[in-house]
């Protein structure tokens, strides 16, 4: 590197910069060449080689001058043309909860018919080994919104069925409903009478008796029937999780609702040595709670006094800086608690004979009413937070906007990153309002696809305008919106590489069918770089590891992963078949498939 790239300050760093022939070179631990090494620098220079020292990267460029860097003991490793590129830093997901869904009864993001669904919850009834100790039995998995026919709806008498003794929880893949039987409502509390909390809904019948279906805050209700579970469950299942992530080559998350078990399980891994990914932690603030600025605060800053580890070294640690806060639910039917700036369409014909029209509903009210966000907000970035917003629908999108606004008028010198999760309705108009604000898109691409969840349990709840305008990955681009990505797991599968496929084509696997196989609205996808941008340098720029993660330059942490194949040259359809084989953070081999690249032990290695 010259002295005319060098961008570092004062005599000593110019020292520092100065072209190599002018300083001795220190011998590397690993030199790695012949390798399409894909940088996400600023202009996404590709190289050859790539050198690591003491958990950094000491070079990156051509073979020949990376030769310099090879010492007696340094080990070498021929990529053979692979490619390399950033570990990938998942801008949103609940990990702890992604351990869990990976241990216990689930029904595996299956499209199930009403009989396959009961067949599948009564295997597990039958498996007394699934129960929690107090005899409940939790059903994870359960992807709601591709019910076959569409439009099913289930509710407690679908469960009593199957066991009407017993209490029995079966968790949406969306995270915002669950569905329990009548003995779980009963060891809840729950009758016709129950207030749902702000920010939740009790759904009930036409006699106004609870049906089961317990939407977002409510259920938090259930507690008493799916307790929490020991420090020892969650242990394992933060460990199952991590050895998932390191397979995928994820290197860094946020966990984008993080309570004291998702944080203090991580921090039990991170001292036993166990912790291969760099940690970000949100805590949530509730709906209810809105208005006690100090008091949000308060309990903030002592959960990051608790847990936060100071600035990002080279092993991974943990940080609690970001603050999560839910706008509203999903704008996917049957629940529909999105908010949005239009009502929803309904059905005023029959179903063979539909006519969809506008009805009534805008969705829940605004879980955080404009008047207590921004104060709110204000008081989160004055404590040194960055806000976390999830926002589905164009009316929660505009509302969180709004918010940001806000600050950046109360606070114009602040230095905060706001972040929107999802946006999978962005008003035209709110569009270009992102860049100016310095508001970044979390989005999740794998959304971006016909599926069950866009077609089947979308389309005609929003009407046709609003169905073409679905997952605006494209126009926020073209806007200018910094995008980064965020799986959202468990929500979907952990399958980051099919997501970066359909954030590039739009389109669903082909093993989905003739019914989901065509691109999703009118929009193309994203350019390879863009998308490979959103989950490396820009969720690192979302969780300010940017200085140090996200791109492979000189200087920086040696967070890296090497693939089978070249994302940026296979035919797009392919990237989704993309294995990982190997993952390094901080210069330390976390995983490396199969042993398939020669690498021993460069910090200590992970099983």
């Known amino acids: 590197m010259g002295l005319l790239h060098c961008h570092a300050v004062g005599m000593a760093a110019l020292l520092s910069c100065a072209a190599p022939a002018m300083a001795k070179t220190v011998p590397a631990d690993v030199v790695f060449t012949n390798g399409y090494i894909y940088s996400v620098d600023r202009k996404d220079?590709?190289?050859q080689a790539l050198a690591v020292k003491d958990g950094h990267i000491a070079y990156v460029g051509?073979?020949?001058?990376?030769?310099?860097?090879?010492?007696?003991?340094?080990?070498?490793?021929?990529?053979?043309?692979?490619?390399?590129?950033?570990?990938?830093?998942?801008?949103?997901?609940?990990?702890?909860?992604?351990?869990?869904s990976l241990m216990g009864c689930s029904l595996d993001y299956q499209a199930l018919t009403h009989d396959e669904f009961s067949q599948r919850v009564r295997a597990c009834v039958a498996n007394s080994a699934l129960r929690r100790p107090n005899g409940t039995l939790v059903v994870r998995g359960w992807f709601q919104e591709a019910m076959k026919p569409a439009g099913v709806r289930l509710t407690?008498?679908?469960?009593?069925?199957?066991?009407?003794?017993?209490?029995?929880?079966?968790?949406?893949?969306?995270?915002?409903?669950?569905?329990?039987?009548?003995?779980?409502?009963?060891?809840?509390?729950?009758?016709?009478?129950?207030?749902a909390p702000p920010g939740g809904e009790i759904v009930h019948d036409a006699k106004g008796q609870p049906t089961g279906v317990l939407e977002d805050v409510a259920q938090d209700l259930i507690e008493?029937?799916?307790?929490?579970?020991?420090?020892?469950?969650?242990?394992?299942?933060?460990?199952?999780?991590?050895?998932?992530?390191?397979?995928?080559?994820?290197?860094?998350?946020?966990?984008?609702?993080?309570?004291?078990?998702?944080?203090?399980?991580?921090?039990?891994?991170?001292?036993?040595?166990?912790?291969?990914?760099?940690?970000?932690?949100?805590?949530?603030v509730e709906p209810a709670t809105g208005t006690d600025v100090a008091g949000n605060v308060q309990r903030l800053k002592s959960i990051?006094?608790?847990?936060?580890?100071?600035?990002?070294?080279?092993?991974?640690?943990?940080?609690v800086r970001n603050v999560k806060f839910f706008m509203d639910g999903v704008i996917a039917a049957p629940?529909?608690?999105?908010?949005?700036?239009?009502?929803?369409?309904?059905?005023?014909?029959?179903?063979?004979?539909?006519?969809?029209?506008?009805?009534?509903?805008?969705?829940?009210?605004?879980?955080?009413?404009?008047?207590?966000?921004?104060?709110?907000?204000?008081?989160?970035?004055?404590a040194g937070f960055d806000p976390h917003m999830h926002a589905?629908?164009?009316?929660?999108?505009?509302?969180?906007?709004?918010g940001v606004q806000y600050v950046r008028a109360h606070l114009p010198h602040a230095d905060?990153?706001?972040?929107?999760?999802?946006?999978?309705?962005?008003?035209?108009?709110?569009?270009?309002?992102?860049?100016?604000?310095?508001?970044?898109?979390?989005?999740?691409?794998?959304?971006?696809?016909?599926?069950?969840?866009t077609v089947d349990a979308g389309r005609d709840f929003l009407g046709p305008e609003r169905a073409k305008a679905m997952e605006p990955a494209w126009p926020l681009y073209k806007a200018g919106a910094r995008i980064a990505y965020g799986s959202d797991w468990p929500v979907d599968r952990l399958n980051e590489w099919f997501a970066l496929k359909v954030g590039v084509t739009r389109t669903n696997a082909p093993e989905a069918g003739e019914k989901y196989a065509h691109p999703l609205g009118d929009a193309p996808g994203l350019p390879r770089p863009e998308v490979l941008r959103a989950i490396t340098m820009n969720s690192s720029w979302e969780l300010r590891s940017d200085t140090l993660t996200g791109s492979l330059e000189r200087g920086k942490l040696a967070d890296l992963i090497v693939l089978d194949r070249n994302v940026m040259q296979v035919p797009a359809v392919d990237i989704a078949d993309t294995k990982v084989l190997l993952t390094m953070v901080g210069g330390r081999v976390v995983y490396n498939r199969d042993g398939s690249i020669p690498l021993k032990a460069v910090a200590g290695t992970v099983p």
Do not use: C
């Not at 929490?228 to 199952?240: F, G, I, M």
């Not at 946020?254 to 309570?259: E, I, K, P, Q």
């Not at 029959?350 to 709110?376: I, M």
């Not at 709110?430 to 508001?439: K, Q």
């Open 416 to 453: 905060f990153r706001p972040a929107l999760a999802h946006d999978e309705l962005v008003s035209p108009d709110d569009l270009p309002r992102y860049r100016p604000l310095g508001a970044v898109a979390v989005l999740s691409f794998q959304w971006e696809k016909e599926g069950p969840d």
């Open 304 to 319: 990051a006094a608790k847990y936060d580890q100071g600035p990002i070294g080279v092993d991974p640690g943990i940080t």
């Open 62 to 100: 051509s073979n020949v001058k990376a030769a310099r860097y090879v010492g007696p003991a340094t080990q070498r490793v021929d990529l053979g043309g692979r490619m390399m590129m950033p570990g990938l830093v998942d801008g949103h997901m609940h990990p702890l909860e992604g351990g869990k």
């Open 156 to 195: 407690k008498e679908d469960l009593d069925r199957i066991d009407p003794r017993r209490p029995i929880v079966v968790r949406s893949t969306f995270g915002h409903t669950t569905l329990v039987n009548s003995v779980a409502l009963r060891m809840a509390g729950i009758t016709a009478a129950t207030k």
């Open 224 to 284: 008493r029937v799916d307790p929490p579970l020991s420090a020892d469950e969650n242990v394992q299942a933060a460990r199952a999780s991590l050895a998932a992530m390191r397979e995928q080559g994820i290197t860094g998350f946020l966990d984008a609702w993080a309570l004291d078990a998702d944080l203090s399980s991580y921090a039990a891994l991170q001292k036993s040595g166990e912790l291969t990914a760099r940690a970000h932690f949100a805590p949530l």
């Open 392 to 402: 589905d629908g164009d009316g929660a999108v505009h509302i969180a906007l709004d």
């Open 45 to 47: 220079h590709v190289y």
């Open 335 to 382: 629940e529909l608690t999105g908010r949005v700036l239009q009502p929803y369409y309904v059905n005023t014909g029959t179903k063979g004979a539909p006519d969809w029209v506008p009805g009534t509903s805008l969705g829940p009210a605004p879980y955080f009413p404009p008047a207590v966000l921004g104060p709110l907000l204000q008081g989160v970035v004055q």
